[in-house]
C-alpha cells in the first residue's frame, strides 16, 4: 500500500543526507522528488506545495550531516501533515445529532462517476449509520443507468432498509423529494441518496446533481472516488466539486493503492477532507480516514518525529507599544487679579505715555486688557525701558538688588510725576 509514494520521500530524504545543503543540490534533489511524485498520481498543485514548504526549510538551514535525512524525513512529514490540517475534520454523527435534536432528516448526497463503488459505498455507510442505532432510508435516484435501481435493492433488501425508488428515466430529484417526505412522515434519522454515475465532462447529467440539491438542500454531499484511478480520479473530484461543491470523500480501493496520491491531491484541490476510505467489499470495509496511519503507512512509525520542531520559525510579533498617557490639557493661563480699581497703580502717566507711543498700543477696551497691558508696561520698564529691536541686557545675579533699582526708578519718576487721578477704564493715556 502506497509503496510508489513512500519509495519517492524515501529517496529524497536519502539523497538529501548525502550532499550539503546547497540551493543547487536541493534544486536537483526536489526535481526528482517532483518526478517520482508525478509517478505516484500526486496532483502538480500539491507537489508545488510540498517542495516550496520543504525549500523553505532546507535551505539556509544548519543541520549536522548524519541528521539531514532525518530532517528531510520530518520536514516532508509536517508539509503533509499541514495539508490534511488544512482540510478540517467533519464528525458525521456530530452533525446528524444536531438535525435529530430538531426533528429533521439528516441527507447524504453521493456523486460520482460509474465504476468507482459509489453505491457500495453509500450501502457501506448506510451499515455504519444502523450499528450507531439511526434509522435510515435509501433513495434510488440514479435513474439513468441500467440495473442501477437493482443492485442497490439488493443492498437494502441485506440490510433491511426502506427504499424509495420510481421507474428508469423518472426525475432523480423527485425520487429524492420522495424520500425526503417518508423520512419527515416516518421520523426516519437519515437520507442517502444515489445519484447516476455520471461523467463530469457530462453538463446535462452534472446539471441533474445541482436540480437535486436545489429541491432537497442535502446537509452533506460526498465524492466517492476510485484510489487506483489515480488522477482521473483527482480531475473527476476538481470537476464535481466545481458543481456540487462537496463536503468530504470517500476513496475507494484504497487497500489496493500501490501510489497513494489520490489522497493528498484531492485534499489540497479542493480542500475537503478525506471521510473514509474503502478497504474491502464487506459492509464493515469502510475505514474513517486518520491522517496519523497515513503517514505511517508511507514513512514508519511517527515516534521519533516531533512535528513541531520542524516547522519553520515564524516571525516573533511586534511587542505592542505601551499606551502613552495622554499629556494633560494644559490650564487656561489665569488672569492676573486686580488688586485694587486702577491696574496702572505705581506706574508713571510718562512710562504710560512712552510705551503706547514706542509700541503703537491702543487704549485698552476693557479691564482685563488693561491689567495685561500694566503687566508688559511693568516687564519693559523691568528690562531698562528698551526702545522696539532692542535685546534685553543679562539679569546681574544679584535680583534683589535688581528689584531695589527698579523701584528707586519707579520711586524717582513717581515723584517727578503730577498727583494722579485715578484712572477709569478709558481714561489711562492722558498728556
Known amino acids: 500500500m502506497f509503496d510508489k509514494l513512500r519509495n519517492a520521500f524515501s529517496n529524497a530524504a536519502k539523497s538529501l543526507g548525502e550532499k550539503e545543503l546547497n540551493e543547487k543540490d536541493i534544486e536537483d534533489i526536489l526535481f526528482e522528488l517532483e518526478i517520482s511524485l508525478l509517478e505516484s498520481d500526486v496532483a ?12 523553505q526549510k532546507l535551505i539556509g538551514s544548519k543541520v549536522d550531516k548524519k541528521e539531514i535525512e532525518k530532517f528531510v524525513k520530518d520536514s516532508l512529514i509536517s508539509s503533509i501533515s499541514s495539508l ?35 453505491t457500495t459505498s453509500l450501502a457501506k455507510i448506510a451499515h455504519m449509520l444502523q450499528q450507531k442505532k439511526y434509522s435510515v ?27 424509495v425508488a420510481q421507474n428508469y428515466n423518472s426525475d432523480p430529484a423527485a425520487v429524492a ?36 440539491t436545489k429541491v432537497v438542500n442535502p446537509d452533506m454531499k460526498i465524492f466517492v472516488g476510485d484510489s487506483l484511478a489515480g488522477n482521473d480520479t483527482v480531475n473527476q473530484a476538481k470537476e ?8 468530504g470523500s470517500i476513496l475507494t480501493k484504497s487497500d489496493a493503492d500501490a501510489r497513494g496520491g489520490a489522497a493528498l491531491s484531492i485534499v489540497k484541490i479542493t480542500s475537503t477532507p478525506v471521510l473514509y476510505v474503502g478497504v474491502g467489499q464487506e459492509y464493515t470495509d469502510l475505514k474513517p480516514f486518520d491522517k496519523e496511519t497515513f503517514l505511517e503507512t508511507v514513512f514508519g512509525s511517527l515516534d521519533d518525529v516531533d512535528i513541531k520542531k520542524v516547522e519553520p520559525e515564524k516571525e516573533p510579533e511586534p511587542t505592542p507599544e505601551p499606551e502613552k498617557e495622554p499629556e ?3 490650564e487656561p493661563e489665569k ?23 514706542l509700541y503703537d498700543v491702543p487704549p485698552p477696551e476693557n479691564d482685563n486688557d488693561a491689567m495685561k497691558l500694566a503687566k508688559k508696561i511693568r516687564q519693559w520698564i523691568k528690562d531698562g525701558r528698551l526702545e522696539p529691536g532692542e535685546s534685553p541686557k543679562e539679569e546681574p545675579e544679584d535680583e534683589d538688588e535688581d528689584e531695589s533699582e527698579d523701584e528707586d526708578d519707579v520711586q524717582k519718576h513717581d515723584k517727578e510725576e503730577k498727583p494722579k487721578k485715578k484712572r477709569g477704564m478709558f481714561g489711562f493715556f492722558r498728556k
Open 335 to 357: 488672569e492676573p487679579e486686580i488688586s485694587s480699581d486702577d491696574p496702572f497703580e505705581g506706574i508713571s502717566d510718562d512710562d504710560i505715555a512712552e510705551y503706547s507711543d
Open 84 to 118: 490534511f490540517d488544512g482540510a478540517g475534520k467533519i464528525d458525521l454523527f456530530e452533525r446528524i445529532d444536531e438535525k435529530k435534536a430538531n426533528n429533521e432528516p439528516f441527507l447524504i448526497l453521493f456523486v460520482g462517476i460509474n465504476g468507482t463503488g459509489k
Open 328 to 330: 494633560p490639557t494644559p
Open 177 to 212: 423529494r420522495d424520500a425526503v417526505l417518508y423520512a419527515k412522515s416516518h421520523k426516519t434519522d437519515c437520507v442517502l441518496i444515489d445519484t447516476a454515475g455520471r461523467m463530469q465532462t457530462s453538463k446535462n447529467l452534472m446539471e441533474q446533481i445541482e436540480k437535486i
Open 240 to 247: 464535481f466539486y466545481e458543481h456540487t461543491k462537496f463536503d
Open 44 to 55: 502538480t498543485e500539491v507537489i508545488d506545495a510540498i517542495k516550496d514548504d520543504l525549500k
Open 137 to 163: 432510508v435509501v433513495a434510488a435516484a440514479d435513474t439513468f443507468r441500467a440495473g442501477a435501481i437493482e443492485q442497490l435493492r439488493e443492498h437494502t433488501n441485506r440490510l433491511n432498509l426502506k427504499l
